[in-house]
């Protein structure tokens, strides 16, 4: 009885554990810990046994490319690290991690701090919820880089998009039309499709995208934010590939 007993208050602690973890957003019942030696940049870190750590689901501000607001947060400070990724070719693993008795994520507190963005590419979705409610934070009181009116581009102004060409940038604008052409659906915020700013979703793409709740066409004449890595074809463009790119604002 004795065996049962305890077996069944392991059983016990384990689920409670389990589900304490998994009511944190962004934690993970899986879990490993480290202390933070050495800081790399603004979303990368060094542990004691030599592991480079990536930050998962936010995408730095060149002002912090040095990661001294990350440094403030983790160096010499121990770490637990929730659904760690296996190593890429590089070595580095990608991680939420969560400063020792802490329930906010160290990327939630960056992005409320102003020192980051929220990447969209979180696919748990109370997990990336947590990430824009943090950046919304700090965008409204004017944290960190949110203390610049340019952080948001305006989808009218193509050249100033097109500055930012292979970096992560948010753009909102209202939608003027959404056309397909071949395998590619855009959403385009200006009447020249060769020179002004749109948003590309493939078709592969679009089971994601509408499962989210999102039908592209219901899109127009409404006010969205796109988030994600500029490119030129030879306008600025931005390819959807998570759903959570979109960000409805106003309209019906």
Known sequence: MHRLGAAALSISLLVTATSAAQAVPCAS?????????EVIDGRGF?????????????????????????????KDKELSLHGP??????????????????????QAQLLAQGAALASADIADKDCA?????????????????WAQTSVIKNAE??????????RFVLVEGRVLSVR??????????GRNWTRDFAAAISRRMMPAVE????????????????????????????????????????GK
């Open 85 to 106: 990724d296996a190593p890429d070719r590089y070595g580095r693993q990608t991680a939420f991690a969560f400063l020792a008795g802490a329930d906010v994520s160290v």
């Open 180 to 189: 397909q052409a071949g395998t590619m659906t855009y959403l385009n915020f």
């Open 157 to 166: 102004s193509a050249a100033d998009i097109l500055a930012g060409i292979g």
């Open 29 to 37: 019942a899986a879990q490993d810990e480290g202390r933070v030696t």
């Open 211 to 250: 499962s989210s709740g999102i039908t592209l066409k219901s899109l127009e004449n409404r006010r969205i934010r796109i988030r994600g890595w500029v490119e030129a074809h030879p306008g600025p463009r931005i390819e959807v590939v998570r759903a959570g790119q979109i960000e409805v604002l106003s």
């Open 129 to 145: 919820a947590a990430l824009l409610a943090a950046e919304a934070e700090a965008r409204t009181a004017k944290k960190g880089t």
């Open 46 to 74: 060094r542990l004691s046994d030599g592991r480079e750590i990536r930050l998962a689901g936010i995408e730095p501000i060149a002002a912090d490319d040095k990661g001294s607001v990350l440094a403030a947060l983790v």
